[in-house]
């Protein structure tokens, strides 16, 4: 193993030991709210490219809502 390889294994495994500094269940109530906040967007635009810019928005924040859950879990 390279170097900056073990470097970066050494660094996850100390983020991954520190505890959460925030309200996980607040944290994933406030992006659900976000991505329903979206969805709703979606339903009332007709505009293609705002549709595309909100799909990728609820996306990044279902992706965002993954990791604050597996925080919990993992």
């Known amino acids: 193993m390279e170097r900056r ?3 970066k294994t050494v660094g996850d495994l100390c ?9 996980v269940d607040k944290a994933a109530e406030r992006l ?14 007709s505009d293609e490219d705002m549709a595309v810019r909100l799909r ?11 990791i604050v859950r597996a925080g919990i879990e993992g």
């Open 5 to 7: 390889d073990a470097m």
């Open 15 to 23: 983020v991954r030991s520190l505890p959460t500094s925030y309200d």
């Open 32 to 45: 659900e709210k976000k991505i329903l906040e979206i969805k709703d967007q979606l339903m009332h635009t």
């Open 56 to 66: 990728c928005k609820m996306h990044g924040l279902d992706e965002a809502l993954e």
